[in-house]
């Protein structure tokens, strides 16, 4: 039986080294994490005014490499409609 559930909140992390380190060590061998988090296109991440983070795909992908997970997938949606305005995943 495969459990998935889904949450919205690696957004309101700016670092995510630790959260991913704590993945990884939870994690049971071939178990999958998945997560959305807001697109950032510069460099690392940034505190929006709306007070959530947004995270670059390489920040993403070098702290990923850092807690020794692998990337299956990655990318651009819309997350939400948000003042009617979408809000990109990526």
């Known amino acids: 039986m495969t459990e998935c559930s889904r949450a919205d909140v690696l957004l309101y992390f700016g670092d995510l080294s630790g959260v991913l380190a704590a993945v990884a060590s939870a994690l049971r061998p071939g178990g999958t994490f998945a997560f959305t988090l807001e697109k950032h296109d510069g460099k690392g991440y ?13 920040y993403v992908r070098s ?5 020794a997970l692998r990337e299956i997938t990655a990318s651009e949606g819309v997350l939400r409609n948000e003042n009617e305005q979408n809000v990109p995943v990526g």
Not at 46 to 58: C, D, K, N, P, Y
Not at 63 to 67: D, K
């Open 63 to 67: 702290i990923l490499t850092n807690a």
């Open 46 to 58: 940034v505190l929006q005014s709306t007070r959530r983070f947004a995270h670059s795909i390489e």
